[in-house]
């Protein structure tokens, strides 16, 4: 009697905290405290990726022109529309909510950072880019766009 508790007890434990992780899922539409963008968070493979939904203000103020990637270190890609660059690449899931390994991008500044992303609740997310050790960078708190 106690082994078959004990065994359902660990299939109701296992069954919440696999309902939990895809309840924890970054997958979706997001948005920045700035709300300058959304991007959306989409398997790529058997990771996961980033792109760029929508911009705000989605022209340059001096041209007139849809903004593009101009300060993109490789001068092929410098004329490509920001709107729609996967900037999110390679994350794959750690831990406790967490996705790891990633590299993003910055179309602000044309650099490319270590990234991870750990979803907070339903509505929310930390995330953070480096340079080597996670410890030192910048981290935001993405949104949950409905």
Avoid: H
């Amino acid at each position: 009697m106690k082994k078959t508790l004990l065994l359902l007890v660990l299939l109701v434990v296992g069954a919440v905290r696999m309902a939990s992780a895809q309840t924890m899922s970054p997958i979706g539409i997001w948005t920045d405290a700035e709300k300058d963008a959304t991007f959306e968070i989409f398997k790529c493979g058997d990771k996961l990726c980033g792109r760029i939904v929508t911009l705000t203000v989605p022209n340059d103020p001096a041209t007139g022109k849809p903004k593009t990637d101009n300060l993109n270190p490789d001068p092929k890609l410098r004329n490509r529309l920001r709107q729609g660059i996967v900037f999110m690449q390679g994350f794959k899931y750690d831990s406790d909510n967490k996705w790891d390994d990633g590299k993003i991008y910055n179309p602000k500044d044309g650099k490319t950072y270590s990234c991870y992303m750990k979803v907070n609740d339903a509505k929310t997310m930390e995330v953070k880019g480096y340079i080597g050790f996670s410890l030192i960078g910048k981290s935001q708190t993405w949104t949950r766009v409905k």
